[in-house]
């Protein structure tokens, strides 16, 4: 069992900035990939980062040049630093591990840019 705490969403201006954090039960060490997700209303959860075990970190378009992913091992921490935010970025943001063949999600953590 992997439990995984999200915390830094928020309310923000588009143009704005926000750092999501993920906190992980276990040690991140353990993972061999790691990923942020979002979820939009009425639409399909998206992939918006992921780091694999050699810290490659991949994005789609949509958020490439804006969005970065890290993880802190010492803290068993991933982060997702978000700049230049757009309207369309509002969602609930989703961290994600695949550990010994499930598949982990935590809570969610709620993004909303507007004016």
């Known amino acids: 069992q992997v439990q995984l705490v999200e915390s830094g969403g928020g309310m923000v201006q588009p143009g704005g900035s926000l750092r999501l954090s993920c906190i992980a039960s276990k040690s991140i060490f353990r993972f061999n990939a790691m990923a942020w997700y979002r979820q939009a209303p009425g639409k399909q959860r998206e992939l918006v980062a992921h780091?694999?075990?050699?810290?490659?970190?991949n994005y789609p378009e949509s958020v490439k040049g804006r969005f970065t992913i890290s993880r802190d091992r010492a803290d068993n921490t991933l982060y997702l630093q978000m700049n230049s935010l757009k309207s369309e970025d509002t969602a609930t943001y989703y961290c994600?591990?695949?550990?010994?063949?499930?598949?982990?999600w935590g809570q969610g953590t709620q993004v909303t840019v507007s004016s």
């Open positions: 780091i694999s075990s050699g810290d490659i970190t």
């Open positions: 994600n591990v695949e550990y010994q063949g499930f598949m982990y």
